[in-house]
């Protein structure tokens, strides 16, 4: 009888076809995520229009799926430890792709709120479970680059609703965009015969040949012998897990990432609820709005993959410190009357630092816990963070209630990244990357 690290193997694993197809179910599924999430900030301006909502009304209309996020996370990430990750995956799809859809039907305010806060269930739900699950079989010396590439397809997504706005919206109105969101339930099959479980829920569940066969398909030289005895750096029970949160010197910087998705949650929500709707009160007409999104969520493709590859060569704790301070500096010039091309300029980078710093900061809480509270540190630090998304629509339209100056809405957005780059000091500070979710050697 042997012992096998599988957490060592996988570290040590060369990226191969597996990793690939992991790597785009993931980065699919998030797509689809991100085309839901972004799809009100695309339609919000048609829908005051129409429903003749006040600022405030709509700011509130917004948060019922960010509500729907909050308990998503909150639920669906220690779920998965329970019952797997291609379970709860696959709950959070149906929810998010299915009330979508619905929302297109809608009639009035209140049943456009219904639907976005059970869509927000799964869109919430959804995002720790991929992340812990490319996470779980990224090779180490390059998994931060791999969570932010896959987690980059929600900056694809949000590009393809605000592209397919600017198209559709003039056309044939507000509810079509809702209608695309019917792919994911087309793919669903696919989904589920390709997109792999949990090595670890698989050794928890006693699964030891599915986790072998796994195993060989991450790691090829690995050949499974009788008596193979698999072990992970998996943590306790997981029914335990969320005060595990706090235990082994973790709670402060549990604490500073709850306080970092937070205001970063609050920046990247109140972006892409209002970006839209701040210019075209600036003077510029819905579709050079809508192209300020598209910009948005482009420039998050390179911060996230830009960061994640920084982050693989230095502490991704640190990369994030600096994000978040430029995310401050840049929204907050937003307000100014600047060029055409410094005003994009200045949008790519926001989109950057803010929704691209969220993607890193998934990976940066994926690397911090074990595997066995990994997607309960996901879904909790999410599930906080959403606070911070109903906040940010919220703060959008109190502000444009009152018509404070365009420079003072921008302003009030930035404050928050100031505030989560020195939650991020703190969190670096206490070297949390050095023993937590180190795994051990393999044993021969």
Same mark, same amino acid.
């Given at each position: 009888?042997?012992?096998?690290?599988?957490?060592?193997?996988?570290?040590?694993?060369?990226?191969?076809?597996?990793?690939?197809?992991?790597?785009?179910?993931?980065?699919?599924?998030?797509?689809?995520?991100?085309?839901?999430?972004?799809?009100?900030?695309?339609?919000?301006?048609?829908?005051?229009?129409?429903?003749?909502?006040?600022?405030?009304?709509?700011?509130?209309?917004?948060?019922?799926?960010?509500?729907?996020?909050?308990?998503?996370?909150?639920?669906?990430?220690?779920?998965?430890?329970?019952?797997?990750?291609?379970?709860?995956?696959?709950?959070?799809?149906?929810?998010?792709?299915?009330?979508?859809?619905?929302?297109?039907?809608?009639?009035?305010?209140?049943?456009?709120?219904?639907?976005?806060?059970?869509?927000?269930?799964?869109?919430?739900?959804?995002?720790?479970?991929?992340?812990?699950?490319?996470?779980?079989?990224?090779?180490?010396?390059?998994?931060?680059?791999?969570?932010?590439?896959?987690?980059?397809?929600?900056?694809?997504?949000?590009?393809?609703?605000?592209?397919?706005?600017?198209?559709?919206?003039?056309?044939?109105?507000?509810?079509?965009?809702?209608?695309?969101?019917?792919?994911?339930?087309?793919?669903?099959?696919?989904?589920?015969?390709?997109?792999?479980?949990?090595?670890?829920?698989?050794?928890?569940?006693?699964?030891?040949?599915?986790?072998?066969?796994?195993?060989?398909?991450?790691?090829?030289?690995?050949?499974?012998?009788?008596?193979?005895?698999?072990?992970?750096?998996?943590?306790?029970?997981?029914?335990?897990?969320?005060?595990?949160?706090?235990?082994?010197?973790?709670?402060?910087?549990?604490?500073?990432?709850?306080?970092?998705?937070?205001?970063?949650?609050?920046?990247?929500?109140?972006?892409?609820?209002?970006?839209?709707?701040?210019?075209?009160?600036?003077?510029? #007409?819905? @579709?050079? $709005?809508? &192209?300020?999104?598209?910009? !948005?969520?482009? *420039? %998050?493709?390179? /911060?996230?993959?830009?960061?994640?590859?920084?982050?693989?060569?230095?502490?991704?704790?640190?990369?994030?410190?600096?994000?978040?301070?430029?995310?401050?500096?840049?929204?907050?010039?937003?307000?100014?009357?600047?060029?055409?091309?410094?005003?994009?300029?200045?949008?790519?980078?926001?989109?950057?630092?803010?929704?691209?710093?969220?993607?890193?900061?998934?990976?940066?809480?994926?690397?911090?816990?074990?595997?066995?509270?990994?997607?309960?540190?996901?879904?909790?630090?999410? #599930?906080? @963070?959403? $606070?911070? &998304?109903?906040?940010?629509? !919220?703060?959008? *339209? %109190?502000?444009? /209630?009152?018509?404070?100056?365009?420079?003072?809405?921008?302003?009030?957005?930035?404050?928050?990244?100031?505030?989560?780059?020195?939650?991020?000091?703190?969190?670096?500070?206490?070297?949390?990357?050095?023993?937590?979710?180190?795994?051990?050697?393999?044993?021969?």
């Amino acid at each position: 009888m042997r012992a096998v690290d599988i957490n060592a193997l996988i570290d040590q694993a060369k990226f191969n076809p597996f990793h690939w197809r992991v790597l785009f179910w993931c980065a699919l599924i998030i797509i689809f995520d991100g085309y839901d999430l972004v799809i009100y900030g695309v339609v919000l301006p048609a829908l005051m229009q129409e429903w003749g909502m006040t600022p405030l009304q709509a700011g509130a209309l917004g948060s019922y799926a960010l509500f729907g996020m909050m308990f998503g996370a909150l639920v669906f990430g220690p779920l998965s430890d329970r019952i797997g990750r291609k379970k709860a995956i696959t709950l959070c799809v149906i929810l998010f792709s299915g009330f979508t859809v619905l929302n297109g039907f809608a009639h009035n305010p209140t049943e456009f709120g219904i639907c976005r806060f059970i869509a927000g269930l799964g869109i919430g739900g959804v995002m720790p479970n991929v992340v812990a699950l490319m996470n779980e079989y990224a090779p180490k010396k390059i998994r931060s680059t791999l969570v932010a590439i896959m987690f980059s397809g929600y900056s694809v997504g949000g590009m393809l609703s605000a592209g397919l706005g600017i198209v559709l919206l003039p056309a044939f109105g507000w509810q079509s965009v809702f209608y695309v969101a019917v792919i994911p339930l087309l793919t669903l099959p696919l989904i589920l015969r390709f997109l792999p479980e949990s090595l670890g829920f698989l050794v928890r569940q006693g699964r030891i040949e599915q986790a072998q066969q796994l195993l060989q398909r991450v790691e090829p030289s690995y050949q499974p012998q009788a008596g193979d005895q698999l072990e992970a750096a998996a943590g306790k029970a997981p029914g335990a897990a969320v005060p595990q949160l706090f235990h082994e010197g973790r709670a402060l910087n549990t604490l500073m990432l709850w306080v970092a998705f937070f205001c970063c949650l609050l920046m990247v929500y109140a972006l892409n609820s209002w970006l839209p709707k701040l210019m075209n009160n600036a003077g510029y #007409g819905l @579709g050079s $709005s809508l &192209a300020f999104l598209l910009v !948005l969520n482009f *420039g %998050a493709i390179f /911060g996230a993959v830009g960061g994640g590859w920084i982050g693989d060569r230095f502490k991704l704790d640190k990369v994030l410190v600096v994000f978040f301070a430029v995310a401050a500096l840049s929204i907050s010039l937003l307000g100014f009357k600047s060029p055409t091309p410094v005003l994009y300029l200045l949008i790519a980078i926001a989109g950057a630092t803010t929704i691209g710093t969220q993607i890193l900061a998934y990976a940066c809480v994926a690397q911090f816990y074990p595997m066995g509270i990994r997607s309960t540190g996901l879904g909790w630090a999410s #599930g906080i @963070g959403r $606070s911070g &998304a109903i906040v940010g629509p !919220l703060l959008g *339209g %109190a502000l444009l /209630g009152v018509q404070l100056p365009l420079p003072l809405n921008f302003l009030a957005f930035a404050v928050p990244g100031a505030v989560a780059a020195l939650a991020m000091m703190v969190f670096a500070s206490r070297s949390p990357f050095a023993s937590k979710a180190s795994p051990l050697p393999a044993k021969a």
